[in-house]
């Protein structure tokens, strides 16, 4: 029984990225492979390697790919290493100009190793290095050409045993996608004290709508809505809905966010922000939804699916709702 390959794709994203940029970054990736791993903070890694098969491209050609879409999507340039395990893709891509890939095959990666600096393996400090230096040991391939015994004498059995199999390419890791949020939110601070009733109504929608396109992003549906308004003295009110029926659909999450804020009578308050909160979160699959008979209601839906679709290939500002626009 023969190994598959591993292809691993390491990203670098030239950018300082929000939480919410990030989070866009992951779902993008996630259209060509469901195994991504965040590299915080500014990194992806992709195992491509059932990928390849369903798109019938080259290792090379699939980070290509992923490269041009974080260009042309969110307007974000990267630089790539591809290689047979984490470790060496994220050597490859330190190694890469913006722009560029480097990618090391595995019949290749002794050879693209042996006359790097050992500092270039991760988990290499300041002292170890030192250490090694003090005894001539400056490039990785002088690590793989020495005794084992000489190396254990110098930084001890576990760390030396670490060392050698870091020096020769080895890493098991398998790319851990995150595991679902137990909860999603989403929160509006505004530049000055509201009292606009209109105003109030447009931030909760606004972010109501932000947690419908999270859930739908991550297939996941909330069973519970919270929402939170803080005052201008710093106080705040808090109230909570569970919800007929778990759900992602952004108007169904409006209407009770609204229903929400209708209930707490703010009047003539003095608002400064706003929380919309998720939980009591499923998997989209394991949710059941009652079935109707109002043709408007899964037009309204099929319409959403088709505004995320649109979201995902030309940015999330890209369809917004009605009651949104500037």
Same mark, same amino acid.
């Given at each position: 029984m023969t190994t598959r390959r591993r292809h691993i794709a390491h990203l670098h994203l030239h950018t300082a990225l929000t939480e919410a940029?990030?989070? #866009? =970054?992951i779902e993008l990736m996630s259209d060509i492979t469901p195994h991504v791993q965040t590299v915080p903070? #500014?990194?992806?890694?992709?195992?491509?390697?059932?990928?390849l098969r369903y798109f019938d491209l080259s290792p090379y050609d699939m980070v290509q790919t992923a490269m041009i879409r974080l260009q042309l999507f969110y307007g974000i340039d990267s630089s790539a290493g591809l290689a047979?395990?984490?470790?060496?893709a994220a050597m490859a891509a330190d190694a890469s100009a913006p722009g560029d890939t480097t990618w090391v095959p595995v019949e290749r990666a002794a050879e693209w190793l042996y006359p790097r600096p050992v500092t270039a393996l991760p988990g290499i400090g300041r002292a170890t290095a030192s250490t090694l230096s003090r005894y001539g040991l400056h490039t990785i391939g002088q690590i793989t050409d020495l005794p084992a015994a000489t190396l254990q004498r110098l930084l001890g059995v576990g760390q030396a045993r670490l060392l050698a199999e870091r020096a020769r390419?080895? #890493?098991?890791?398998? =790319? =851990?996608?995150?595991?679902?949020?137990?909860?999603l939110s989403a929160d509006l601070v505004l530049d000055r004290d509201c009292l606009d009733p209109a105003r109030q109504h447009r931030a909760v929608l606004g972010l109501a709508e932000q947690v419908g396109l999270r859930l739908r992003g991550e297939h996941q549906v909330a069973g519970r809505l919270t929402l939170t308004v803080r005052y201008a003295d710093r106080s705040s009110t808090t109230r909570t809905r569970t919800l007929p029926e778990p759900t992602s659909h952004s108007p169904a999450l409006a209407a009770h966010a609204l229903g929400l804020l209708n209930v707490l009578g703010l009047q003539r308050a003095r608002v400064?922000?706003?929380?919309?909160r998720a939980d009591a979160l499923l998997p989209e699959g394991k949710a059941s939804r009652q079935l109707s008979m109002d043709p408007g209601d899964e037009r309204a839906r099929a319409a959403e699916a088709a505004a995320d679709r649109a979201r995902r290939r030309f940015g999330p500002g890209a369809i917004r709702p009605a009651a949104l626009a500037d």
């Open positions: 940029q990030y989070r #866009d =970054v903070p #500014d990194a992806v890694q992709l195992d491509l390697t059932s990928a047979g395990n984490r470790m060496l390419g080895h #890493d098991p890791r398998p =790319v =851990v996608p995150a595991e679902q949020a137990t909860h400064r922000a706003f929380a919309v």
